[in-house]
T-cell receptor, first 112, second 112 residues
């Protein structure tokens, strides 16, 4: 089955700093890749996704590119805001079936 | 018009009790899930149902019993609650080929 590894947290940044959260995956095929965000006290919600190699997902200033050669899907944002403080999860969905495998989650705190 | 709704949102109970958490989705999805999130935010899949049929059953104690009366509902019953069952339980659903999951807001279970 798939497995997903995220960089360890927590991550603390100042407002307007550059953000990178690393994510790598292992899979037998070509999974679809996702980033989910969980704001305090809420459920997870989809932030962005990519379904094939070299696709770039983007939303709310966040971007991630599906890199097959390095099996990575790193999340980036050029200038973070306090409102970006949340837990971020990388996930992979196997090519067949409905199982979505999540990484460990990375807690991001952005200070004013 | 909440897409995936769970009840109750909070549940505090004594060890040894039996409790249930209910989930309903109004998205017309065929597949529903239960995830358990521990205090370190790690997400672990427990069960998945597709059109009322069990398709994923992870290594979960048999004190946990899911039930899907129809494809819009997936309930979780837990017998003989233990301290280690304390967690946030998330219901989710999916219906498209993209694999995007839609999550409920979570049910925080505290076992005393």
């Amino acid at each position: 089955g798939n497995s997903v590894t995220q960089m360890e947290g927590p991550v603390t940044l100042s407002e307007e700093a550059f953000l990178t959260i690393n994510c790598t995956y292992t899979a037998t095929g070509y999974p679809s890749l996702f980033w989910y965000v969980q704001y305090p006290g809420e459920g997870l919600q989809l932030l962005l996704k990519a379904t094939k190699a070299d696709d770039k997902g983007s939303n709310k200033g966040f971007e991630a590119t599906y890199r097959k050669e390095t099996t990575s899907f790193h999340l980036e944002k050029g200038s973070v805001q306090v409102s970006d403080s949340a837990v971020y999860f990388c996930a992979a969905k196997e090519t067949s079936g409905s199982r979505l495998t999540f990484g460990e989650g990375t807690q991001l705190t952005v200070n004013p | 018009d909440t897409a995936v709704s769970q009840t109750p949102k909070y549940l505090v109970t004594q060890m040894g009790n039996d409790k249930s958490i209910k989930c309903e989705q109004n998205l017309g999805h065929d597949t529903m899930y239960w995830y358990k999130q521990d205090s370190k935010k790690f997400l672990k899949i427990m069960f998945s149902y597709n059109n009322k049929e069990l398709i994923i059953n992870e290594t979960v104690p048999n004190r946990f019993s899911p039930k899907s009366p129809d494809k819009a509902h997936l309930n979780l019953h837990i017998n003989s609650l233990e301290l280690g069952d304390s967690a946030v339980y998330f219901c989710a659903s999916t219906g498209g080929r993209t694999g995007e999951l839609f999550f409920g807001e979570g049910s925080r279970l505290t076992v005393l």
